[in-house]
C-alpha cells in the first residue's frame, strides 16, 4: 500500500507539473503569434506574387497550346483569339485562387516563423522584443527588417536569371510590386544615430539574433516556398483544364458554321 501510495503521489506531482507547464507554454505560445503579426510583409508578397503570376501564365499558355494539338484546333487556335482569352483568363482564375492558399496567405509561413521564434528564443527575449517593436523606433525597425525580408526575396528571383519583368498582361501586378517597394524604403527610413532605444536594440544579442532571423531565414522560407509553389504550378494548371473546354466546344462551334 505505502508502493502504491508513493506512485499516486508521483503522479500527482508530475500532473501539477503539467498543468502549470501548460498555460506557461500556451502564454509563450500567444506572444509569438503576436510578434509575428507585428511584421508587415506586403512588398515580399507582392514579389513573389508577382513571379508566380509570370509562371502560372505562361503554364497556362503551354496548357492551352497543347490542348490545341492534341485536339487538333488548327492555327487559329492561338493567343490572339477570344476563345484562347477567355480560356487562359479562367485557368488563369483558378491558378490565382491556388497561388493564394498556397504562398500569398502567408498561413504557412506564420507556423514556420513561429516554430523558429519558439526554438531562438526565451518568454523573456520574446517579452523584450514586444516592448521594443512598440516604440516608435522599433516600429522603423520592423519595417526596416521587412524591406530586407523584401530585398532578398527580389534579389534571389532577380539575380537567378527568373524574374521577368516585362510580360504582357501582368502590368498592374508589376507596378504594384514596385510602388510597394519604393513606398517602403522610402517610409522605412530614419536616423539611427539619434535613438539611442534602437541602437542599443540593434547591438544586444537578442536584436542581432532577430535581425538574423527575419532578414536572412525568414527571407529564405519565402524564397523556397516561391520555388516550391512555381515547380507544382504546370501540375496545378493541367489540373484546371477543365476550365478552358467551354471556351474550346466555343471555338470549334464558331470553326465549324
Request: aromatic share 8%.
Amino acid at each position: 500500500m505505502k508502493q502504491v501510495s508513493g506512485a499516486m503521489r508521483w503522479i500527482a506531482g508530475v500532473v501539477l507539473v503539467l498543468a502549470c507547464a501548460l498555460p506557461a507554454a500556451a502564454a509563450k505560445s500567444d506572444k509569438i503569434e503576436e510578434l509575428v503579426a507585428l511584421h508587415d510583409l506586403k512588398t515580399a508578397v507582392a514579389i513573389g506574387n508577382y513571379y508566380l503570376k509570370q509562371r502560372a501564365l505562361f503554364a497556362v499558355r503551354d496548357e492551352l497550346a497543347r490542348i490545341g494539338e492534341e485536339q487538333k484546333l488548327g492555327p487559329q487556335w492561338n493567343a490572339a483569339d477570344a476563345h484562347w482569352q477567355q480560356a487562359q483568363s479562367e485557368m488563369m482564375n483558378v491558378a490565382v485562387k491556388q497561388l493564394q492558399r498556397d504562398f500569398s496567405s502567408l498561413e504557412w509561413l506564420s507556423e514556420e516563423w513561429g516554430q523558429l521564434n519558439d526554438h531562438d528564443f526565451s518568454e523573456r527575449d520574446i517579452d523584450v522584443l514586444l516592448a521594443h517593436f512598440h516604440t516608435t523606433d522599433g516600429r522603423k525597425q520592423l519595417m526596416i527588417m521587412d524591406h530586407g525580408v523584401a530585398v532578398h526575396v527580389q534579389s534571389a528571383l532577380t539575380f537567378s536569371g527568373k524574374m521577368q519583368y516585362s510580360v504582357p498582361g501582368l502590368e498592374k501586378d508589376r507596378d504594384l510590386m514596385q510602388q510597394l517597394f519604393f513606398d517602403e524604403d522610402r517610409d522605412m527610413r530614419f536616423d539611427i544615430s539619434d535613438s539611442s532605444e534602437g541602437t542599443r536594440f540593434a547591438m544586444s544579442a537578442t536584436g542581432k539574433r532577430y535581425f538574423v532571423n527575419a532578414m536572412l531565414n525568414v527571407s529564405g522560407m519565402i524564397s523556397r516556398r516561391i520555388d516550391q509553389t512555381a515547380e507544382a504550378m504546370p501540375q496545378k494548371v493541367r489540373d484546371a483544364a477543365t476550365q478552358a473546354q467551354p471556351a474550346v466546344q466555343a471555338f470549334r462551334r464558331d470553326h465549324q458554321s
